[in-house]
């Protein structure tokens, strides 16, 4: 019995020290979700109007720009995948992924190929492990990206839809990344960045009603074009990356929370049943003692007889 206590004692020290460490990470977690709660409120604003100013450029002019015209026949598409660095996030990871995999399953039924671009080394280590090809990978900076990094990623991406797809371009560019909706949620989106659907990109604007004025563009509409989409596609992708972060720190609170209050009852459950143990330890102790004295009383009265 005495064994048995002791292993209920090594358990409970055990898992009040793991509950230390989920306590700490879960208040980590809370402090870095408020920053980049902060980065992604501030740079949400300029995303919308540079995608605003892209959509003014474009529904004003009669250019057939390549990065605002869909091709007539698409057959290569590629898609950025934003995951983390650091696990211990709950499903994050995996939502993520989950929503890639089903748009290339999506893009490949329609007969395009697909080139996959990833940001995170759980997305990296996901496809190694399955041993699929990885176009382009970006670890280390996931937890607090900056507009360099973006600018870092969104370079090979431009680099691809402005090639032919003869000469290994894209016609498409998807990006999946985590978007932070509130502490408690955060949903898994699908996006295309390119070609700009300018239609649906009007459709969500806040003032759809609003007269859009006539454009005179200098040098030309082209010209344009080819300065505002790259720094378009900068934008977004720093702003899904924030996103991601401010997700992904969201997730890790609520995990370190979830393990924090299930190493409480499991310390609580097993401080009971140490208590048991010892309290049937003490049992059979007093039981041993009056079994003894009974039988040294028996042994002293048959002695005097």
């Known amino acids: 019995m005495g064994a048995q206590l002791r292993v209920y004692k090594r358990r409970i020290r055990s898992v009040t020290a793991t509950k230390k460490i989920t306590k700490a990470m879960e208040m980590i977690a809370a402090s870095r979700v408020v920053k980049a709660q902060r980065k992604v ?50 499903a994050f ?22 080139d996959t671009f990833i940001v995170g080394r759980r997305g990296v280590a996901h496809y190694n492990f399955r041993e699929r090809t990885i176009s382009g990978q970006w670890t280390g900076f996931t937890d607090e990206p900056t507009y360099a990094d973006a600018k870092q990623v969104a370079a090979p991406l431009i680099e691809a839809i402005e090639k032919d797809t003869a000469e290994g371009g894209v016609d498409e560019l998807h990006i999946v990344y985590t978007e932070f909706v509130s502490m408690m949620t955060q949903t898994a989106i699908q996006a295309q960045l390119l070609p700009l659907k300018l239609d649906e990109v009007a459709e969500e604007s806040p003032s759809k009603d609003e007269i859009l004025p006539l454009y005179d563009f200098e040098p030309s509409a082209e010209d344009v074009l080819d300065a505002l989409l790259p720094r378009y596609v900068e934008s977004r992708i720093y702003n899904a990356l924030l996103q991601s972060a401010a997700s992904k720190h969201a997730a890790t609170r609520r995990a370190m929370k979830s393990a924090t209050d299930n190493a409480g009852e499991l310390i609580e459950t097993l401080s009971r049943l140490a208590n048991a143990a010892r309290q049937a330890e003490i049992t059979q102790e007093i039981s041993e003692i009056v079994g003894g004295a009974g039988a040294l009383a028996d042994a002293t009265a048959g002695s005097d007889n």
């Open 93 to 114: 990871n995996s939502n993520a992924i989950k929503a890639a995999e089903q748009l290339t399953a999506k893009l490949e039924a329609d007969g395009k190929q697909v």
């Open 41 to 90: 409120a501030a740079s949400t604003p300029y995303a919308t109007e540079l995608t605003r100013a892209v959509t003014a450029v474009g529904t004003g002019s009669n250019t057939r720009h390549p990065l605002t015209t869909e091709a007539d026949n698409p057959t290569r598409a590629a898609v950025l995948l934003l995951s983390s660095d650091r696990g211990l996030a709950g």
